[in-house]
């Protein structure tokens, strides 16, 4: 078979572009563990307030001052409804439905996941400044779908208090 020269060119050309498209995939899925941050791992849906994983939902600080907050989403509500994280922390957010498929969006930020009942979502995320997020649901979850909202106020670092 003849092909000539241009199109040989374009042919590798375009098959490196795929070679390093696939290439950046597997390197930020294996080395960097990249990932989307919903099916972290499963839970039985309705039995997530009686999870120890979940229950009581809230913030948590672990002996290393890491920052977990562990949310529960349901018709129509967000469990905790008033979330208090630190600025300037990496902050771990841990999310699952006690029923239907939700989502979880803080506004103002890229912090978005959906939440599938059966599963964890997982993210991590640093508030750069002292603030209040609104977080609302963005998959339609029912007829109170528009009514589920919860805050989420970042509070100035330890010591920084009042200045
Ligand atoms: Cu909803």
Redesign the pocket.
Known sequence: MNVGLYERIWMWAAAAIIAVFVGVIAVSTFAYAVRPPSHAETIAPAQVLADPRFSPPGVVVDAGGNVEVHVV?L??AFLPAEIRVPAGRPVTFRVTSADVT??FQISGTNANTMVLPGYVSQFTYTFEHPGEHLVV??????LG?HT?QAKVIVEPPAGEAGR
């Open positions: 989403l018709m129509f939700h989502g649901c963005n998959e339609y979850c029912g779908h589920m």
